[in-house]
Structure formats: C-alpha cells, structure tokens
C-alpha cells in the first residue's frame, strides 16, 4: 500500500504530515522494528505497512521479516517447552496469561491516542452518543 494511503485526505488514523515521520522512522529503526513487531500482537499489525509507507526497501523488509520469523517461532517454542516442563499445571494460566498480554498490548496505543486533547474530545462525543442511544 505504501504512500497510496496518503492520497486521501486526512483522518483520525491517518495524516499526511505522518509519512515523513514514518520514513524517517523506518530508516533509522526499521530492522529492529519488523524483528520486535512479531512479539507485539497490535504493532505486529501495523509495522508492515507502516514499513511501506516509510518506503523501507522490500529486500531489507523481507530479510528482518525472516528474521523476525524465524526468532518468533524458535522463541515461543522454547518457551512453551520450558515452562510446560516447569510450571506445574501451567494450563490453569493461559487465560491470565492471554488477558495480561492483550491489556499490554492495548495500553501503549490507547495512552498514545488519548495524549492529544482532540482525540480525547472526539472519545468524549463518541461515548455520550453511544450512551444517549
């Protein structure tokens, strides 16, 4: 998608002045980014196509997308077998488990969103008409 999305005009998710930050971004943090995205459930999302819109080069993308991958899937594995060896009755933990990393994975977003006074505004409209409704 890359740039495309920015030839709409701007919106609460997307503004046109974010492409150069994200271009910016990308070439300073980009690797590091695509491998660490893999372990975040939201960010894993949307590196990938924040990594278009920063124009990182495919090639580059791919090789840490790999990377990422390949640490991912060894890492989870490992981890599972450790602490299925471990921890006993580590069944009884998984909802807990799955609910911490959910609520740590909504938390930076929200605290970033909510951060700009509009965007508290905006919340504040959206929640008083869902609840006179």
Not at 54 to 61: C, H
Not at 72 to 90: A, K, M, P, Y
Request: aromatic share 12%; no cysteine.
């Amino acid at each position: 998608m890359g740039p495309r999305l920015f030839r709409r005009e701007d919106s609460l998710l997307f503004h046109k002045d974010n492409l150069n930050r994200a271009k910016t971004f990308y070439d300073r943090h980009g690797g590091l980014t695509i491998v660490l995205a893999r372990f975040l459930p939201v960010i894993r999302t949307f590196a990938p196509i924040l990594a278009g819109v920063g124009r990182m080069r495919y090639p580059l993308f791919f090789f840490y997308n790999i990377i990422g991958g390949i640490l991912w899937v060894l890492g989870l594995t490992s981890l599972g077998f450790v602490l299925g060896n471990t921890v006993e009755d580590v069944d009884r933990y998984i909802i807990p488990v799955i609910l911490g990393i959910i609520a740590v994975s909504i938390i930076p977003p929200a605290v970033h969103f909510l951060r700009k006074k509009e965007n508290r505004r905006e919340l504040g409209k959206f929640i008083r008409r869902f609840v006179e409704n």
